[in-house]
């Protein structure tokens, strides 16, 4: 089992950066999937960036290309994701996942202010 908690979340003006934080607690971290999500008041909670141990490769939501950048620490059992240019859109609660098993982080809000 996985205990995930997000951090640094916040006020960030519109085309400025955030990086968030994910960190994992329990064994085995290197061997999931990791993911952040996202989710609006009202709105399915959205997938937005993640990674596969299969490919160690890193995929994007098409709204975050070139934007976001998803990267992974296992000697920390940390996911991050670098958020820049940020827009109005992407604020939301940000919840860091991880499969298989369908752990979640409580969220961190992200609001897009200037």
């Known amino acids: 089992q996985l205990q995930l908690v997000e951090s640094g979340g916040g006020l960030v003006q519109p085309g400025g950066s955030l990086r968030l934080s994910c960190v994992a607690s329990?064994?085995?971290?290197?061997?999931?999937?990791m993911s952040w999500y996202r989710q609006r008041p009202g709105l399915e909670r959205e997938w937005v960036a993640g990674d596969r141990v299969a490919t160690g490769r890193a995929y994007y939501i098409d709204t975050v290309k070139g934007r976001f950048d998803f990267s992974r620490d296992n000697a920390k059992k940390t996911v991050y994701l670098q958020m820049n240019n940020v827009k109005s859109d992407d604020e939301s609660v940000y919840y860091c996942?991880?499969?298989?098993?369908?752990?979640w982080g409580q969220g961190t809000q992200v609001t897009v202010s200037s």
């Open positions: 996942n991880a499969k298989p098993g369908e752990y």
């Open positions: 329990g064994f085995g971290f290197q061997n999931y999937d």
